[in-house]
């Protein structure tokens, strides 16, 4: 059984930085894959990001592409999305996820982090 906890949510103005953390819990393969969603109110959760747990094979959204970078840290048991030049419409809860192949559904999730850039 996997488990997310997301952290690092917070409120920042536009063009900001911000990294979010997401550590895992449970035993983990390298085969796994750990994304990052994000929800706004009214509307679908949406994809982000996503990477091997043992690092390689990154995704992006397009309008995140050259802005966000996803990446993990076996050690810690962490994947981080790190935020750079963060606009208003970057604001939604964000949320970790894990699936145990490229094929799978994502089956674990965290509880989410608040992110609000203000303009």
């Known amino acids: 059984q996997v488990q997310l906890v997301e952290s690092g949510g917070r409120l920042v103005q536009a063009g900001g930085s911000l990294r979010l953390s997401c550590a895992a819990s449970g035993r983990m393969f390298s085969h796994y894959y750990m994304g990052w969603f994000r929800q706004v109110p009214g509307k679908e959760r949406e994809f982000v990001a996503d990477?091997?747990?043992?690092?390689?094979?990154?995704s992006y959204l397009g309008s995140v592409k050259g802005r966000f970078t996803i990446s993990v840290d076996n050690a810690k048991k962490t994947v981080y999305l790190q935020m750079n030049s963060l606009k208003p419409e970057d604001t939604a809860v964000y949320y970790c996820?894990?699936?145990?192949?490229?094929?799978?559904?994502?089956?674990?999730w965290g509880q989410g982090t608040q992110v609000t850039v203000s303009s």
């Open positions: 990477i091997m747990w043992s690092g390689g094979s990154e």
């Open positions: 996820a894990c699936k145990i192949d490229a094929v799978g559904v994502y089956a674990y």
